[in-house]
């Protein structure tokens, strides 16, 4: 059975930075991608960082050049650089791998359980 632990979120003053693990335990055969999203109060989950299994990557507008997204599969762990914080990206932050466990499943989305970042003075 796979799992994905997050850690690395907290409370962080406005142009301070933070980085987010999401690290994987359990058997991976095959990797599609890996993600982050979030969720704020009262509002839809949203996706912020997706990283393709050969490498390229996406991020939401409201991110770009702040964030980065990246791997270390000697680790099975995917991070979440972030930087020049603001108040709107306070949320709880979520890992989701795009995974195969074994060359007999599907591809299924798998997500960590997720971690809070809070913005504020």
């Known amino acids: 059975q796979v799992q994905f632990v997050e850690s690395g979120g907290g409370l962080v003053q406005p142009g301070g930075s933070l980085r987010l693990s999401c690290a994987a335990s359990?058997?991976?055969?095959?990797?599609?991608?890996m993600a982050w999203y979030r969720q704020a109060p009262e509002k839809q989950r949203e996706l912020v960082a997706l990283m393709h299994n050969f490498g390229t990557t996406d991020y939401a507008d409201s991110v770009k050049g702040r964030f980065t997204i990246s791997r270390d599969d000697a680790k099975n762990t995917v991070y979440l650089q972030m930087n020049s914080l603001k108040p709107e990206d306070t949320a709880v932050y979520y890992c989701k791998w795009t995974i195969m466990t074994d060359k007999w499943s599907t591809m299924a989305d798998y997500w960590g359980q997720g971690t809070q970042v809070t913005v504020s003075q």
């Open positions: 359990g058997t991976i055969y095959r990797i599609r991608s």
